[in-house]
């Protein structure tokens, strides 16, 4: 068939066009085989260069050959036809648009090109396609082999860079779309195949996952041009809009190309309409098909939002078409539509310009973002957030919802996500730093000038309202019409009259013009005499009838109408104004106003002002408060276990420092423990945030900046704890170990320290402090001016300032390495000499203050003491003569008052209590140190000699006993040699302890009966420093010997129970729990004696005695009983510190395995028990916090089988109470329904309660949350049991005991076989883990019932007592030993 005869068709698969399909349709004729295929191809070449494009009418057949055995080929001919195919497309291209423009072409050779034009086309693309589906399964085999060098590899295996030859084809295609070849086709109407054989590869050509990549950019450009020239050139909008809906569909990663496509087309093509399209497709979709279907949702939602972003003023037309999907269940949707709403504001609808149809759309997109942030998803509710933070920082949210926008952050503050509290922390620190007001935002500094501002505002409003009442007269038309009904009224009642003979009143006769009688007329109608006015308006009209206003000019006016206008002339009339009472004019009034105006403008223009500036700082002042309520909440958020929360806070803080906030330095204080947390980013945090406040100063100078970092860091120091104060050290430890602290700080401390620069003692005092935090990390700060500091603060000054010599002793031991000496060190510790200055100073300080009743004293004397024992060099002996030169002078001082008391004839010598209470709190101190220099110093040097003896040995040795000596180096390598050396030291160290320290030869030895005496005799020793530092003491000598401490362990709990001195107990308890770590054998008998103190009504000793118990639980250091009980009661103790102690307790001990879960049962039993529990609202409070810890489903569905079999062992109502509310705050499951099923016999009888029936309802309406289809069922038959039982509990028993004598032997039967199920389930006390066979036997129910009741402890303390404090515990009161706690060491202390 001659080529000019048949007709191209497009097929929709290759194999239509090995089928013949109509009249002069074009058929491949034959399909040639591999091996004629590359002759086959020279000739078609050869025919391109005779005959050119048109060519392909004749070859197609080898075209499609290639195409048809594409996987089979030679790689080159793959190659060569591609670049040949390439070449003839182009030169068609050319030839084209000469022919286009021919308008003499003939119908034949316009269909030649047609058809030639679609072959080549159609071989091109399919060519294309075929080359990416080989890439494409080429780079996924490839991901197995490695990544590397691909581009290399691309290259090799085609010989080119596919990527850059894809790119080449698509521009050409594009520049031959951009020709007017429509004239090819009949009636110029381009088939439709054409276009979607062209744009068909195209979207192939995106569905490739690489395309998103980098160094596909070219490709995905070519691709949007060719396609935007077929939108514009060739009607393919309505195709391009579903396939793009379709591809948003299935494929996620093409979001952002079909953004940056669209975008395209709507802007550089003109193509905006395709914007509204492809959203109202989106917004047609239902919204519950994608709640279904979250990755349709999530590639919808992407597309828009980053659609708005590109385009936001071409979508903003089209925006309420996707209103319908912030009601819809996909939170994607939702966030997408208002992150457009917010770009729309972002880009669009800002600024003072807007029209007011473009200003209630921002508003009603403010609106719908503010509604949201309270939605029921957190996603939504955090996007929310983070969408105002950028409005804010871009400062395009209007001033009118600064405060509605503030609050809602600061009421998401709250919210149970995370996510949200992070994001609302950020948004207030976004209004922070861009807020409109001030750069210091404090309450105080704001109140003064707005209250001055708003009295100033209210005198002004005054001042002008008394002018405007005084000035301002009601309006002369205003009063007509007021008067006009009245006066209406006489006027018709004087005309109904017969007229007589009037006389000419007075005023007419005494008048001389007639500008006085109208000033007569005026007054008489102000004044409401209105027939005196009319009277003397009718004598006016006849004694002046040519005068104006009196003329009459009409005469078919009726006679009411015209002196109603007559009157009306007179009274409004300009001249009013300006005539006084009598009718004269007051001159000069006329000019007046005109004067008068520019001054009321301008008295207006500053009331305005006024009023601009009182809003202004009122809401400043408001912006305030509600940053500092701000800070309240957020501070409680400081210790959350999310680190990028904590994060956030720490940021925040420093921002609201930097802005002025008088209540940040609550916050940044606050921080100072996180330093120590084991959270790396928490920790950088922390040291970034004092980096930013305290390093980085504003000043002129180095000195001027050095100045302003000390005096900064100096508040923080006031008021301190000990804790704040060894935070802060470790901080600036990191800092000088960086050298980030300048040199121009130091010099400046010791210019203080040295009062070089003029101070106070409080700046000397910190700076010493400051300078002995620098020690820690740098020692030479201090060890190079030791002198001086001795110098500083210890010299012979009177009266000697204790507090500075405390801060120096501490500055001072910071040059020594306090810890135990490792045993790789060679060198031996660092210490000075007895006779050095230092020493000789302290000693005399403290002798000498040791007669003078200082309460400094006490503190220096400890810092003294410790300093001693870390830096002397036998500080034993140093120590002993403090104490003998001590304890010499209160011999003396008693000899005086023996002496001074036998004139008085006195027999019993006193000595001041505070010379007892110094030589005891001095005894102790010594004692003390004594055992820490034995345990740490002396044993580690110990160890160090033995070291350096063991490698001085082997060095020695000959290589003969080396390979002799089997056993020994066998042991050597087990490392048991250096174990049984430890062990041998211990014993040393623990021998002195035992036998030495306090036998009778030694010097502490001889305070001992003093000590005791003391404790024994509360009643005759009352003072509370004196009790305070004798049991201290006490405590510290315990802790020296386990003989000692367990023959005094009585009297120390004797004391702990009964003392009435809060200090005395806090301090006991202190002692105590390191009595418990060092002898735990010795206080384990003693434990309900320290939980006792949990309950003490002292708030300081409830303190103490949390923190003790927190420590020994959390360290295992001793039992976990039901007394745990009195922890969980702190949870609601009036004092906020107290019960954050508590809940961090029950936070960490959350963390060890089911260790909560395991206490519960006794818990609950406690607190419920109507003799010693707590009332039911603190239960409640209790229980739904430590409930929150129970989390694994096993946990729950045994916790509940066991609340409901509690049920029966309950003695009274508020029992069941208790027992149903912790039910009603279990996370429930299906499991636990049915457990709640088998036992409802349990609980059945005592639904007739309403609070036991309701808090049933309220686990079966938690059950119906997340509950499955089939489960539903369940559910609502338990929930018809429970109506049942309650109703039936409630209208009486009759019915009740009808049914029951029915189903008699049936509920036997069911009686008896779960009391037989009950024996299985464990006791209150073991509630371990419930597990598939347990084999514990328990004793029956009735049995139990009998059992013996728990003993209840009594403490004297809770008695009314008169007796003195005289004794110790009788023996009956004192416990008994119970099973020993097993250490690895017991004798040692733990550091």
């Given amino acids: 068939m001659s080529p000019q005869l048949y007709e191209f068709h497009l097929p929709l698969s290759p194999e239509e066009l090995l089928k013949s399909g109509g009249v002069n349709q074009y058929v491949v004729q034959e399909v040639v085989s591999i091996k004629h295929l590359p002759s086959q191809f020279k000739a078609f070449q050869a025919a391109f260069r005779a005959q050119g494009p048109l060519a392909i009418l004749e070859h197609f057949d080898t075209i499609y050959s290639i195409l048809h055995h594409f996987r089979s080929i030679d790689p080159g001919l793959k190659e060569d036809a591609l670049e040949f195919l390439i070449k003839v497309v182009s030169r068609h291209s050319q030839e084209l648009s000469a022919i286009l423009d021919d308008a003499t072409l003939s119908a034949s050779d316009r269909n030649a090109h047609l058809n030639a034009l679609k072959m080549n086309c159609y071989a091109l693309i399919r060519l294309l396609e075929s080359f990416e589906m080989m890439t494409s399964q080429k780079s996924l085999t490839d991901l197995d082999v490695g990544r590397k060098n691909k581009k290399s590899q691309s290259k090799a295996a085609y010989g080119f860079d596919w990527e850059e030859e894809r790119q080449s084809i698509l521009q050409l295609l594009t520049q031959l779309l951009q020709l007017d070849i429509r004239h090819l086709w009949n009636h110029s109407v381009i088939e439709e195949e054409f276009v979607s054989l062209v744009t068909g590869c195209c979207y192939r050509l995106l569905e490739n996952p690489t395309i998103t990549h980098q160094k596909n950019r070219p490709t995905r450009e070519a691709v949007t041009h060719l396609l935007g020239v077929a939108l514009t050139r060739y009607n393919h909008m309505l195709s391009a809009t579903v396939k793009i809906i379709q591809m948003l569909q299935h494929f996620e990663h093409l979001s952002p190309v079909l953004v940056a496509a669209v975008s395209l087309w709507a802007t550089d093509y003109g193509m905006k309409s395709i914007v509204g399209e492809i959203v109202r497709e989106i917004g047609q979709k239902c919204p519950q098909e994608l709640s279904r279907d979250t990755s349709c949702a999530r590639g919808f939602a992407s597309f828009l939002t980053e659609l708005a972003e590109r385009v936001p003023a071409i979508l903003l037309s089209s925006m309420c078409i996707l209103l319908d999907h912030l009601d819809g269940e996909n939170y994607m949707m939702r966030n997408a539509v208002l992150a457009a709403m917010a770009e729309m504001v972002l880009q669009v609808l800002h600024g003072d310009h807007l029209e007011e149809a473009a200003r209630e759309t921002r508003d009603q997109f403010l609106d719908t973002l503010q509604a949201h942030g309270y939605d029921v998803n957190s996603f939504v509710r955090s996007r929310v957030l983070q969408l105002f933070t950028r409005i804010v920082q871009q400062k395009v949210l209007p001033l009118t919802r600064f405060q509605s926008v503030v609050a809602l952050a600061v009421g998401r503050l709250a919210d149970k996500s995370v996510l949200v509290c992070k994001n609302a922390i950020q948004l207030l620190a976004s209004f922070l730093a861009n807020n409109p007001f001030s750069s210091k935002l404090s309450d105080t500094d704001l109140a003064g000038p707005l209250q001055k501002e708003t009295q100033k505002l209210k005198e002004m409003r005054a001042q002008r309202q008394s002018a405007a009442a005084a000035s301002a007269a009601v309006e002369p038309e205003e009063e007509w019409e007021a008067m006009l009904p009245e006066l209406k009224s006489t006027l018709q009642q004087l005309l109904e009259l017969p007229q007589e003979e009037e006389e000419i009143p007075e005023e007419i006769a005494s008048a001389k013009t007639v500008e006085e009688v109208k000033g007569h007329i005026r007054q008489l109608l102000a004044k409401a005499r209105y027939k005196q006015a009319i009277t003397l308006a009718r004598a006016a009209t006849g004694h002046f009838p040519e005068s104006e206003p009196f003329v009459h000019t009409d005469p078919e006016e009726s006679e009411e109408t015209r002196f109603l206008n007559l009157l009306g002339i007179i009274f409004k009339g300009p001249a009013a104004s300006t005539q006084d009472c009598n009718g004269s004019i007051v001159p000069g009034q006329s000019d007046a106003p005109s004067a008068s105006e520019p001054e009321g403008s301008r008295g207006s223009d500053e009331l305005v002002k006024q009023e601009m500036l009182v809003q202004y700082l009122q809401d400043a002042f408001s912006f305030s408060q509600k940053i500092t309520e701000a800070i309240g909440i957020i501070s409680k958020m400081m210790y959350e276990n999310t680190t990028t929360v904590v994060q956030e806070v720490i940021e925040f803080f420093v921002m609201v420092y930097q802005f002025g906030v008088p209540q940040a330095l609550f916050g940044v204080r606050r921080m100072l423990p996180l330093i120590w947390s084991k959270e790396p980013g928490v920790r950088e945090a922390v040291l970034n945030a004092y980096r930013q406040l305290y390093l980085s100063p504003k000043g002129d100078s180095a000195r001027a900046r050095a100045q302003a970092l000390i005096q900064n860091l100096s508040l923080l120091l006031e008021d301190a704890s000990v804790g704040t104060l060894q935070c802060l050290e470790e901080i600036l430890c990191e800092f000088v170990q960086k050298d980030e602290l300048k040199p121009a700080v130091t010099q400046v401390l010791w210019e203080q320290a040295t009062k070089k620069v003029p101070c106070s003692a409080l700046e000397r005092c910190s700076s010493v402090m400051l300078l002995g935090m620098m020690a820690r990390g740098k ?103 403090m104490l003998q030169s001590c304890a010499k002078q209160a011999l003396e001082k008693l000899e005086e008052k023996s002496s001074s ?71 050597e390598e087990l490392g048991l040699t250096g174990a049984t050396a430890d062990d041998t030291e211990a014993e040393l160290i623990r021998g002195i302890c035992e036998l030495e320290l306090l036998d009778g030869q030694q010097l502490l030895a001889a305070f001992i009966p003093l000590l005791l005496k003391v404790c024994n005799n509360p009643g005759l020793y009352s003072n509370e420093d004196l009790c305070a530092a004798a049991s201290l003491a006490l405590g510290k000598f315990c802790m020296i010997s386990a003989t000692f401490c367990d023959s005094h362990l009585r009297l120390l709990f004797t004391m702990l129970e009964k003392s009435p001195l809060p200090t005395v107990r806090s301090n006991l308890m202190v002692a105590t729990g390191d009595l418990a770590i060092r002898f735990p054998n010795l206080v384990d008998p003693w434990t309900p004696h320290l939980y006792a103190r949990l309950r003490d009504p002292a708030k300081q000793v409830r303190k103490t005695a949390g923190l003790v118990m927190t420590h020994l639980i959390l360290k295992d250091m001793v039992k976990v009983k039901g007394q745990v009980s009195e922890m969980a009661v702190l949870l609601v103790d009036p004092e906020p510190q107290i019960a954050a102690l508590a809940r961090n307790f029950f936070n960490e001990l959350s963390h060890k395995s089911n260790a909560v879960y395991n206490l519960l049962p006794d818990i609950i039993s406690r607190l419920s028990d109507p003799d010693g529990g707590v009332e039911e609202e603190p239960f409640h409070t209790i229980m739904k916090q430590l409930l929150a810890y129970i989390t694994k489903d ?171 404090l005289s004794a110790e515990m009788s023996e009956d009161e004192t416990p008994k030993k119970t099973t020993p706690i097993r250490r690895a060491s017991a004798g040692r202390p733990r550091s």
């Fill in 901 to 971: 008391q036998e004139d008085l004839r006195q027999t019993v010598p006193v000595l001041p209590t505070f010379l007892l209470m110094h030589l005891l709190s001095l005894a102790g101190d010594v004692a003390l140190q004594q055992l820490v220099h034995l345990e740490q110093a002396v044993s580690g040097e110990l160890c160090r000699r033995r070291v350096l003896q063991e490698e001085q040995e082997h060095k020695t040795k000959e290589p003969k006993e080396k390979t002799s000596g089997s056993e020994t180096t066998m042991e």
């Fill in 1194 to 1364: 096993k946990q729950n569905e045994s916790l509940v089988e066991k609340l409901c079999q509690r049920f029966r062992t309950a003695r009274t109502e508020r029992q069941h109470r208790d027992l149903s509310y912790c039910v009603s705050q279990l996370p429930l499951t299906e499991r636990g329904l049915h457990k709640m099923l088998d036992n409802f016999e349990c609980f059945g009888d005592k639904l007739s309660d309403e609070c036991i029936f309701s808090a049933f309802l309220t686990a079966v309406s938690k059950l119906r949350r997340g509950a499955k289809p089939e489960s539903k069922a369940t559910i609502d038959e338990f929930e018809q049991k429970l109506r049942a039982c309650h109703t039936r509990g409630l209208e009486g028993t009759e019915e009740l005991e009808h049914s029951s004598h029915r189903a008699t032997p049936a509920k036997a039967q069911s009686t008896g076989s779960r009391r037989q199920r009950l024996a299985s389930v464990s006791s209150d006390g073991d509630f371990l883990m419930p597990k598939s066979c347990r084999t514990t036997r328990r004793l029956p129910h009735t049995q139990r019932r009998t059992s013996k009741k728990r003993p209840k402890i009594v403490f004297s303390s809770d008695e009314s007592s008169e007796e003195e």
């Fill in 779 to 881: 020692p030479e700060i201090v060890g190079s001016n030791l002198d001086t500091l001795v110098s500083i603060g210890l010299d012979r000054t009177s009266p000697p300032d204790y507090r500075l010599a405390q801060q120096v002793c501490q500055a001072i031991a910071n040059i020594s390495d306090r810890r135990k000496p490792s045993l790789g060190k060679c060198h031996p510790p660092f210490r000075l000499p007895q006779e050095h200055v230092l020493f000789e100073r302290l000693r005399d300080m403290v002798t000498a203050g040791f007669a003078h009743p200082d309460p400094l004293w006490i503190p220096f004397k400890e810092a003294a003491v410790t300093l001693i024992y870390q830096l002397a060099e036998g500080p034993e002996v140093l120590c002993a003569q």
